[in-house]
């Protein structure tokens, strides 16, 4: 292990000698680490915030699902076209996250309050854009999504009540990325715990208590998420008073989150793609990989979360690092999140296999998709630690504010897998040769990242990236 990693951070991370703040042997991450610490401290609340915000769901579903099989469907279906947008909207953290670890670094923390609050006003601005945009909408992109004529009514009805809730949800999603960009991931972890606890107890009252149906359901949803936003803008106020910042956005402020933001949306966007086009081959190559691959790839997304909290952890680390000025602690710090990424690539890599033999049978008793899974696991696995390394160098390049070169990298991946995935559908090379496009598509970004994080243009210091 010590040898792969070794090979892995000189290839990709530290072209040259490393200077005295960088010199350490290479071994397996131990806390002894001086930025051992700083990663854990970040990286394990951003862990459990990640691991929550997918129960908002899972406790509607419980609540839900006593209704009948119908609701459930409906919940389903609504909850997919939130999720999408949840995704889309997911630069707002990232962008503040940087901006404000910036100045964060360069001792500026009332201009840091400043950018956050104007990527707060940015998500609200959002949000209520996405109300009057979507309303009108709902029936189209529940019928997008592939309702059947019995869930599309509370499919709708979720989906219209819930449209209320995005703009709480979107300042959430700004909220924690100030919050993470202050070095603080402790109080997003207990707002995720807190708004899913509060989220619960209103499912369990209006639907099961006050018999509203499925809408007792969305209800209880957006005043939990807007509860949750209301948490947030508390919490930045003070900062705002403590350190003399205002409040009102500005313009120039505003420009700069929507610069950093629209070159974030690409990078989404084009990850998202490679999704959806993975999800279509394999629904048309047969039942079996229908149900077989998002099993597969459920794995892969959980085992995403633990990489992505490496990930935050960066994007907070890099850009307090170069808003001080600090090239060597930036070098370092990175050189030693790439080494927790492929450490944990090769651990999680190792209880995959572990667990493998088994892990089908939870999930089927059909011994065909039990069969594929069993193969697609084998690729689960043997990705982790290209995983693991991209993970970090993603939100290292995201925390350095390098927003241009991810949209332009994410785009040249995305192009190498969909003729990829194309010429798999079209040579009948079933899930195993889907997951081989997708571990191109990895390869791919491994080596746009890793290039990059070699060499220095994406070291730029200062309180503002120009």
Known sequence: MTIITSLVVSIFVMPGPPSRRTRFPLRRPRLRHPHDREI?????????????????????????????TAQLGGLGVAGQALATLVYVFVFLAYGTTAAV??????GDPRAAIRQGIDGMWLALVLGVAVIALGWPLVPWIVEAFGAN?????????YLRISLFGIPGMLVILAGTGVLRGLQDARTPLWVSVGSFGLNLVLNVLFVLVLEW??????????????????????AVLRGARRHGAAVRPSGAGLRASVRSGAHLLVRTLALRLVLIVGTAVAARMGTDETAAYPVSFQVWTLLAFAHDAIAIA????????LGAGDVPGARAATRRMV??????????????????????????????VRALLLTALVFVAALQPVAGVVFVLDGVLIGAGDMRYLAVATAIATAVFLPAALLVY????????LWAAIGLWMATRLVTLGLRARGDAWLVTGAVRS
Do not use: K, M
């Open 40 to 68: 854990l401290r970040l990286a394990v609340p951003a862990f459990g915030a990640l691991v929550a915000e997918p129960l908002f769901l899972l406790a509607d579903s419980a609540v839900v699902g006593r209704l009948g």
């Open 101 to 106: 670890a910036r100045q964060i670094g360069a």
């Open 149 to 157: 004529p019995a869930v599309a009514p509370y499919a709708e009805t």
């Open 213 to 234: 149906g499925i809408a007792g359901s969305a209800w209880g949803t957006v005043i939990a998420q807007t509860g949750g936003a209301a948490v947030y803008v508390a």
């Open 314 to 321: 960066g994007q907070s680390i890099t850009g307090r690092y």
């Open 339 to 368: 080494e927790w990424g492929v450490v944990g690539g090769v651990v999680f890599a190792v209880a995959v296999l572990a667990v493998r033999p088994w892990l089908p049978a939870l999930f089927t008793s059909d011994q065909g």
């Open 426 to 433: 079209w040579l009948g090379a079933g899930l195993a040769g």
